[in-house]
């Protein structure tokens, strides 16, 4: 098979989510494959296959892209949702092994770790498209080696570093591939973007603080917005002193509280 795309989903609740997300793509796309690695033994819909996670490696993630059956392949994490079309992101295959977007919080420690200058910054891993060549699965196996020993839970650091040592040819996707900053519908002009994968953990609020399960888009949007005015009020509120009028001052001086 030549595109499809995998999830992958341990225990029930993100093999649930694994289906809500699944669900949203057959909406948009009924036709292409769509495949599960999961530890659950009974889940079927809305799955063309279901697979075992595959063994040996810490990380299931790394370990089931590995194991991917298509010749070219989308992984999704969980806590997703697609609103448009993602066929044609295949296509930057034709050129890169691997195609990944950059992680959205990027002046903080916890985004800056990892190999490289703060210019090459992480990427996020929760949706990726790459090819089932012999250069990706090499990379593959050494992000999954250095997963294993780095001791580190967030993949994504072990990430960085490989990408700024290898040859490996990638595509830095634009946000509306992996939208995890979902305000930013707000900022879009009419022509700006087609918004395809939303990407956030507003999806796992209910296994998080025990909140009402969202999966609406509408909902997201509006505990996004909620959420961005209470990052705002925080700062305000620990600098009580400090003029935050000019919009631009204000990201400086949220990275100074982030140093205190």
């Given at each position: 098979m030549k595109n499809g795309v995998i999830y992958v989903g341990e225990g029930a609740e993100y093999a649930a989510l694994a289906?809500?997300?699944?669900?949203?793509?057959?909406?948009?796309?009924?036709?292409?494959?769509?495949?599960?690695?999961?530890?659950q033994a009974h889940v079927d819909f809305p799955f063309d296959a279901v697979h075992p996670i595959p063994v040996g490696c810490a990380r299931a993630k790394i370990a089931a892209m590995a194991a991917s059956?298509?010749?070219?392949?989308?992984?999704?994490?969980?806590?997703?949702?697609?609103?448009g079309p993602v066929r044609d992101g295949f296509d930057i295959l034709d050129r890169f092994d691997l195609?990944?977007?950059?992680?959205?919080?990027r002046s903080s420690e916890l985004i800056e770790a990892g190999d490289g200058p703060s210019t090459f910054c992480q990427h996020n891993s929760g949706?990726?498209?790459?090819?089932?060549?012999?250069?990706?699965?090499?990379?593959?196996?050494?992000?999954?080696?250095?997963?294993?020993?780095?001791?580190?839970a967030r993949d994504q650091v072990t990430l960085k570093g490989l990408l700024w040592a290898s040859d490996l040819r990638f595509w830095v996707l634009p946000p509306e591939w992996n939208l995890r900053r979902v305000t930013m519908l707000d900022a879009w002009e009419p022509l700006d973007a087609i918004p395809r994968i939303i990407h956030s953990h507003q999806l796992l609020r209910h296994l998080r603080d025990g909140g009402v399960q969202v999966s609406d888009?509408?909902?997201?949007l509006r505990l996004e917005r909620e959420a961005l005015k209470l990052e705002w009020s925080a700062l305000k509120q620990r600098l009580p002193s400090t003029n935050l009028a000019?919009?631009?001052?204000?990201?400086?001086?949220?990275r100074d509280v982030r140093q205190e």
């Amino acid at each position: 098979m030549k595109n499809g795309v995998i999830y992958v989903g341990e225990g029930a609740e993100y093999a649930a989510l694994a289906c809500q997300s699944a669900a949203s793509l057959r909406e948009i796309d009924p036709v292409l494959p769509v495949h599960l690695f999961t530890d659950q033994a009974h889940v079927d819909f809305p799955f063309d296959a279901v697979h075992p996670i595959p063994v040996g490696c810490a990380r299931a993630k790394i370990a089931a892209m590995a194991a991917s059956p298509f010749e070219r392949t989308l992984f999704m994490d969980c806590d997703t949702l697609v609103v448009g079309p993602v066929r044609d992101g295949f296509d930057i295959l034709d050129r890169f092994d691997l195609a990944i977007a950059h992680d959205v919080r990027r002046s903080s420690e916890l985004i800056e770790a990892g190999d490289g200058p703060s210019t090459f910054c992480q990427h996020n891993s929760g949706v990726m498209f790459y090819n089932k060549s012999a250069p990706m699965l090499r990379f593959l196996g050494d992000w999954s080696a250095a997963y294993d020993t780095a001791g580190v839970a967030r993949d994504q650091v072990t990430l960085k570093g490989l990408l700024w040592a290898s040859d490996l040819r990638f595509w830095v996707l634009p946000p509306e591939w992996n939208l995890r900053r979902v305000t930013m519908l707000d900022a879009w002009e009419p022509l700006d973007a087609i918004p395809r994968i939303i990407h956030s953990h507003q999806l796992l609020r209910h296994l998080r603080d025990g909140g009402v399960q969202v999966s609406d888009l509408k909902d997201i949007l509006r505990l996004e917005r909620e959420a961005l005015k209470l990052e705002w009020s925080a700062l305000k509120q620990r600098l009580p002193s400090t003029n935050l009028a000019d919009p631009v001052a204000s990201f400086r001086h949220a990275r100074d509280v982030r140093q205190e």
